[in-house]
């Protein structure tokens, strides 16, 4: 367990059909699930998670990474539709860091929606949605691996099961790791990827940039989010 509240999200995945028609069961679409634990830890957590998910959507909309905007369910819960399957990498990566210092645990599930897309997205159900909840048991139950992982993927396609959640739980050792500092740091330099932008930007020298992301391991996260993109192509585009 961590000492932060952990914020587990899962992300059903899907691929739109080449004739582009929301309405159709057999297009997929990505979906972003979270949950918050230890809620009572923190008393303005409710107020801090909508402040978080307002700027959220208002970034990855923009950014054309999600085709809702985030939306609270029931509880410390919300969702969102992503936009696109090669895209889910970075939106994971940004997520980590614009809610920090909510931790994240997710879960991707790979399968159709079954509704015509329109919000409210907690409206919608389909087999990405079921397999998005088994993704994030997963990840609560540690039933992959041995050792704690904040990702776990779900499709019909095992073998890219397989790969992805090593990669992920690999990456999620070092995820586990990161501090505030770290973490300010990279998001400050996912907003504006420049050394000298992002030291102007948190008032601190270029070197201390450059130590904060090495030790924050931006980095090894950075090559993630190539890999599983490409990943993520090979196999669904």
């Known amino acids: 367990m961590y000492n932060t509240e952990d914020l587990y999200v ?40 909508g402040k978080k998910l307002a700027a959220a959507s208002e970034k990855h909309l923009r950014e054309k990474l999600i085709r809702l905007p ?32 909510l931790s994240l645990r997710v879960g991707i599930g790979i399968g159709e ?6 919000p409210p997205v907690n409206h919608l159900t389909g087999e990405a949605f079921q397999f998005a909840r088994l993704a994030l048991e997963n990840v609560k139950s540690k039933a992959l691996y041995k050792f704690e992982v904040l990702t776990a993927f779900g499709s019909r396609n095992e073998a890219f099961n397989q790969t992805i ?43 201390t940039v450059s130590r904060n992301l090495k030790r924050g391991y931006y980095w090894q996260l950075a090559e993630t989010v190539k890999v599983a993109r490409a990943f993520i192509e090979r196999t669904f585009g």
């Not at 739109?16 to 028609?21: A, K, S, T």
């Not at 509880?75 to 970075?90: K, M, N, R, V, Y």
């Not at 929606?113 to 329109?118: F, G, K, L, N, W």
Request: aromatic letters at 4%; proline letters at 2%; hydrophobic letters at 40%.
């Open 165 to 207: 959640n090593l990669l992920y739980g690999l990456h999620d050792t070092l995820v586990s790791q990161i501090t505030a500092k770290q973490w300010e740091a990279i998001r400050r330099f996912l907003d504006h990827p420049a050394l000298e932008q992002t030291a102007k930007r948190l008032q601190v020298d270029v070197s």
């Open 10 to 49: 899962s992300v059903q995945i899907s691929e739109e059909c080449r004739n582009g028609n929301d309405s159709m069961s057999s297009a997929i679409y990505g979906v972003v699930i979270a949950d918050v634990l230890a809620s009572s830890v923190r008393k303005d957590l409710r107020a801090l998670l």
């Open 113 to 118: 929606v079954s509704d015509r897309i329109q």
């Open 70 to 101: 985030y939306s609270v369910t029931a509880g410390d819960e919300f969702q969102t539709l992503t936009a696109e399957l090669e895209s889910l990498p970075s939106l994971l990566l940004d997520l980590r860091a614009g809610l920090q210092p």
